[in-house]
């Protein structure tokens, strides 16, 4: 028939001008191909390799800073660890562990699943920090302050830098958790959740380090 005849050569010159529809699928912004206006996935994880490298570089230099002041410093006090610290550190590895079934969730276009425990985590990163200024004021109280000798000093600042580089990942989180990456713009749902895992991970693993420091270098 003409008409039909009609709408296919109309069909025919859009898709010459670069205008043919994009793929269907991806509700959600979960798409598995990408979408429209989207940036390049590999820009993503090339920033968040950068950013985890300068974090390395900067506790590298408070690393070393701490071991030499410790050498050369006869008066240097070894702080006590509040017990509170293990059970932040168990708290870290559980949020590991509920982050990672939420991008698997998410693979699976499980949406439901992947927000609930999406903020299982972002709750547990909370809860974290709430148990650092516990295990600060547990220091205060027995005396210990950021000015009483050089090993207080470094144990707040080291627990306290971590502090501040796992808010920016709660952060993260809750951009992953309230953003409408439905409009199809700029970085998909799932490079998202991935980078923010991925920084998740690496705080899990600083924090591991530093109370190692902590513990072991006396």
Avoid: C
């Amino acid at each position: 028939m003409a008409g039909t005849k009609i709408k296919h050569d109309i069909a025919l010159i859009v898709e010459r001008r670069g205008g043919a529809a994009p793929p269907a699928g991806g509700g959600d912004g979960g798409g598995r191909g990408p979408q429209p206006g989207a940036a390049s996935p590999s820009r993503y994880y090339t920033g968040i390799s950068i950013a985890l490298a300068a974090i390395v570089m900067f506790f590298m230099a408070l690393t070393s800073a701490y071991v030499i002041l410790k050498g050369v410093n006869s008066l240097w006090q070894q702080v006590t660890l509040p017990p509170i610290l293990w059970v932040n550190t168990v708290v870290l590895f559980v949020s590991s562990l509920t982050i990672e079934l939420a991008r698997r969730r998410l693979a699976r276009s499980d949406f439901s699943a992947f927000r609930a425990l999406w903020k299982v985590t972002t709750g547990l990163g909370l809860l974290f920090l709430a148990g650092q200024l516990l295990a600060w004021r547990q220091l205060v109280a027995a005396g210990a302050y950021l000015s009483s000798n050089t090993a207080s000093s470094f144990f707040y600042i080291l627990t306290a830098a971590h502090a501040l580089h796992l808010l920016g990942g709660i952060i993260a989180l809750a951009y992953v958790a309230v953003h409408n990456f439905d409009r199809g713009e700029g970085v998909s749902r799932v490079v998202a959740a991935n980078v923010a895992a991925i920084y998740w991970h690496f705080m899990d693993g600083l924090w591991v380090y530093l109370l190692a420091l902590l513990y072991f270098v006396k």
